[in-house]
T-cell receptor, first 113, second 112 residues
Framework: DTGVSQDPRHKITKRGQNVTFRCDPI?????LYWYRQTLGQGPEFLTY????????KSRLLSDRFSAERPKGSFSTLEIQRTEQGDSAMYLC???????????FGQGTRLTVV | GEDVEQSLFLSVREGDSSVINCTYT??????LYWYKQEPGAGLQLLTY?????DMKQDQRLTVLLNKKDKHLSLRIADTQTGDSAIYFC????????????FGTGTLLAVQP
């Protein structure tokens, strides 16, 4: 399977704990995006990488959130001191600079209890 | 700022055509997309249109773009029960693969 892969698919955590999600983009794609989707809403942009450089961050990305893409391949999204409001589906997408299409992974569903 | 709106729900009978509508506020859009999301799943890209086009057809799907009214629609011909899902309109600004602004989604229910 050469699609965008996200791990884990589901995560349940207690409030206050830290969580980390991983995204493996399509191998030849140098652009990687993170989105957050809450119930009944469309996805909201969080941040965007081109290779290893983080080029844009949404104001939704509070200082408890950090994303990295150290070698320009996979990316991680960490949420520190999770809150119940962080419960959502976290979606990763990737694209190539010469293509108009962004391909999404299956997402990681986070539940904070 | 950018805002994308969709109606929340559409119900059609199997075999009929479905038309899902989307409006957006910022006229500097470059590409406009339609994604499909089934329960518990990620987003599947269905089709997209460049902002200098009025129409694009892809098998059962027809996309119409009215730039003057900032209105995008997706027509699904011969709708099947397998088309039941949430459909999202998404707008890109500043380049084809920059960040996408999504609508709230339209739930399409296909009645047998």
């Amino acid at each position: 399977d050469t699609g965008v892969s996200q791990d884990p698919r589901h995560k349940i955590t207690k409030r206050g704990q830290n969580v980390t999600f991983r995204c493996d983009p399509i191998s030849e794609h140098n652009r990687l995006y993170w989105y957050r989707q809450t119930l009944g809403q469309g996805p909201e942009f969080l941040t965007y990488f081109q290779n290893e450089a983080q080029l844009e961050k949404s104001r939704l990305l509070s200082d408890r959130f950090s994303a990295e893409r150290p070698k320009g391949s996979f990316s991680t999204l960490e949420i520190q001191r999770t809150e119940q409001g962080d419960s959502a589906m976290y979606l990763c997408a990737s694209s190539s600079p010469w293509d108009s299409e962004a391909f999404f992974g299956q997402g990681t569903r986070l539940t904070v209890v | 700022g950018e805002d994308v709106e969709q109606s929340l729900f559409l119900s059609v009978r199997e075999g009929d055509s479905s038309v899902i509508n989307c409006t957006y506020t910022d006229s500097s859009s470059t590409y406009l997309y339609w994604y499909k999301q089934e329960p518990g799943a990620g987003l599947q890209l269905l089709t997209y249109i460049f902002s200098n086009m009025d129409m694009k057809q892809d098998q059962r799907l027809t996309v119409l773009l009215n730039k003057k009214d900032k209105h995008l629609s997706l027509r699904i011909a011969d709708t099947q029960t397998g088309d039941s899902a949430i459909y999202f309109c998404a707008v890109a600004y500043g380049g084809a693969t920059n960040k996408l602004i999504f609508g709230t989604g339209t739930l399409l229910a296909v009645q047998p």
